[in-house]
């Protein structure tokens, strides 16, 4: 039998079609380290760098990163103005008079103007624990839209961003803590999570974790745990996701909550008023049904008499004096402004279970589902087999 090739590394000779498995497992765990630092987003700077949106607005600030303290302008959709007033914000990065920029506003996020740099600590002493962070990454770069485009960038289509109207406490030139009631007819969107950078990082790391799973093999105890660490990354990969694209999702999923609640409240009476008189039009129908039937059994029973009397006497001696028949209920009706239309809708009613067909009847599934998780298979029911399809949970530390 001819002898493998083989190689040498700094952990000694090795067949080179199998690779040496200390290089290999050095390699997955570098590999692991980094996925997790996705994963796990432990850093300061991650945590600010992994969502404007998401940034608690009573979040103190990090000691171990350094801030800078500047002064912005809201700017408003409104009156296409900045605010008069300046407020007071920490800035990861550092900015420059003039600068574009994100801001964290209550639960949501705005758009403001640098007005000031170096701003000196001692101004914000009486309100320090209040002062947000302004995240890094949070400057428009020239010549992207924003808030200011119908002044500034009239001539771009926006990119990231999906507007719909809103008069917000910015957009008002009012402070966030001053600002009471407003009436919301706006919002904010971001669009695109495609081109989110943190997603495509986690994304990357997921692609590669998919690659581990699929050539994984599980041989020793060794094994499943390397694989248990790959579950505990995967959840917090999954976790990250999540987090992601609710950031994405929550501010629409909540207007269009409330957008329609509002139309629902607007459409009721509409609802009520056409259900209203749909029924009373099938009520109108349901009696001029039930009247030409007493009619006709009227009729055949003075028919059936008048038979009878001519069988036995070989004449009528009276006239039969049938009823009037009301006319069928018209299906349709029209008029200058439209038609009405009456289809047959035939549904059903179980009226005795045990006559019907086996064929129609359908189990239990949640009675059998709760004698599964009770009894497993101790409990025999004709028919049935109970079975176990064990489930890997993962919990992380």
């Known amino acids: 039998m001819q002898e493998k090739a083989k190689g040498n590394c700094k952990h000694g000779t090795f067949i080179l079609t199998d690779g040496c498995t200390q290089c290999i497992a050095e390699a997955q765990k570098k590999a692991r380290q980094e996925t997790a630092e996705i994963a796990g987003v432990p850093e300061p700077e991650a945590i600010i760098a992994e969502s404007r949106e998401s940034m608690p607005m009573d979040q103190e600030v990090p000691t171990s990163l350094e801030l800078y303290l500047v002064k912005v302008r809201y700017y408003s959709k409104t009156t296409e103005e900045l605010s008069s007033r300046e407020y007071t914000y920490y800035s990861v990065d550092p900015l420059n008079v003039g600068d574009i920029v994100t801001v964290p506003v209550k639960d949501s996020i705005g758009t ?19 002062v947000k962070i302004i995240p890094t990454g949070s400057v428009t770069p020239a010549g992207e839209e924003t808030l200011f485009s119908r002044t500034e960038f009239p001539q771009k289509e926006a990119e990231d961003t999906l507007t719909i109207d809103i008069d917000t406490p910015q957009d008002m030139g009012l402070p966030p803590d001053d600002f009471v009631e407003v009436s919301e ?9 495609e081109e989110d950078k943190a997603v495509i990082a986690i994304h990357e790391k997921s692609l590669r974790l998919e690659h581990y799973a699929k050539v994984l093999v599980l041989s020793s105890v060794d094994d499943v745990k390397r694989a248990t ?27 269009l909550k409330a957008v329609n609640e509002a139309f629902k409240t607007l459409t009721e009476p509409l609802i009520n008023a056409n259900k209203l008189t749909k029924d009373k039009m099938l009520a109108y129908d349901a009696e001029v049904t039930r009247k030409r039937q007493e009619q006709e ?37 029209s008029t200058d402004m439209g038609t009405v239309s009456k289809t047959d809708c035939w549904k059903y009613e179980v009226i005795d279970f045990t ?25 025999e029911i004709p028919g049935v087999r109970f079975f176990n399809d064990p489930i890997i949970s993962m919990r992380n530390r």
Request: hydrophobic share 40%; no cysteine; glycine share 2%.
């Open 229 to 255: 660490n790959d579950l505990s990354i995967i959840t917090g990969l999954k976790k990250a996701i999540e987090e992601k694209r609710r950031e994405y999702t929550q501010p629409i999923n909540e207007h």
């Open 297 to 333: 059994a009227i009729n055949r029973k003075r028919q059936e008499a008048a038979d009878m009397e001519a069988k036995l006497k070989g004449e009528v001696t009276e006239p039969v004096n049938l009823v009037e028949v009301t006319p069928l209920a018209s299906k349709s009706v």
């Open 355 to 379: 006559l019907l067909p086996n064929e129609f009847k359908l189990p239990d599934t949640v009675m059998l589902n709760s004698i599964a998780k009770k009894y497993h298979n101790l409990k």
């Open 112 to 130: 403001a103007k640098v007005s000031s740099i170096d701003v000196q600590d001692e101004e914000i002493a009486s309100f320090r624990d209040k």
């Open 185 to 193: 007819l706006t919002a904010v969107v971001k669009i695109a999570p």
